[in-house]
């Protein structure tokens, strides 16, 4: 009995040591071996109009993290859950001004600028500098989605149809997908916040 | 005094089954029913909304080195089931009564929309079949 606080300082002190923080995000989507260096997958350069009538281009996110997803502003069913999701994100990390969520249309017919800034009026996010929704061509719609969506159909048994599917893209400030969820799911997205935590803290130079 | 209490008792059953409900006759789970087909048939055509997207990309592609009256007929047929579908959304607002106007209006989106897949679906299966035999 008198050994009985040494025993469980010292089963603390293990505990502690045996506690492992959790490790980098993986980075996802195919890679390839180019000289000896790896060469992961990455988010092409782009150039969108935002929901202010700006350019918003790959210099818009140089070295930040941000959340990507796709949508449409008519859309009746999956869309409101995800926007609800992501107001949750952008209240947890919309201040910090190395984070960015965006939000890319794939209705250029009715999604104009204007519809875009009147919709995220209607979230209460019309003056955000974090939230941008970006009004994509029809030409430019397949491509690019099935850029951020690689590594979710290398992960699943996603259809070939990846513009209506609700997943949420993390990507860190080198443009690359570091994780995903499905955006209609709290639970998912909790998951995904604590991710965006872990790449904002591994961006912090050491 | 018995049996009357017991045929009173039936006739209030029969008449509160026959009773409409209080939305003027309509039901209310046919409506409700209604609405979750048409929004299940949306998400489903809107799944094919990107593989009609993927294609006409692929199309394009094939058009710039191949151009054939028969690609740029498929590459439109896919390209107008598409805007049909953003069309439709643009103009479609989901009922605020329970009436029979909002069960009529609902029918009628539902039989629109099951155009709407059907042109969708014989447009992606057309240009594969294309694309195949291009190949």
Redesign the interface.
Known sequence: MKHFPFISALVFFIYLGCKQSPGPLPILGESEIVNGDTIFHQIPDFSFLDQYGQPYNQDSVFSKVYVSDFF?T?????CPKMAQQLLRVHQKFGHNPEFRILSHS??P??DTTEALKKYADKLGVGDSRTWHFLSVP??E???I??KYLAAVQQDSTL???????GHFLLIDHKRRIRSFCDGTKPNEVDRLMKEISLLLDEKKPQ | MYRKLVLFGLMFFLMSACKPGASGGISTTELTGLHTEL?AL??ST??????A??L??QL?QMILSQPEASLDSIRDELDHSN?AM??W??E?T?PVTQDSAALNYLRDQLSLMKEIAQAQGSAISGAKTIMEMKK
């Not at chain 1, 008519?74 to 999956?78: A, D, E, Q, S």
């Open positions: 449409f008519k859309c009746p069913t999956i794939i209705d017919k009715y029809k030409n719609i397949s491509a989605a099935g259809e070939e149809g990846f513009t209506h599917t | 929004m949306h998400d809107m799944v094919k909304h990107g593989v997207l993927k006409i990309d394009d805007e953003m069309d959304m643009a479609y989901d």
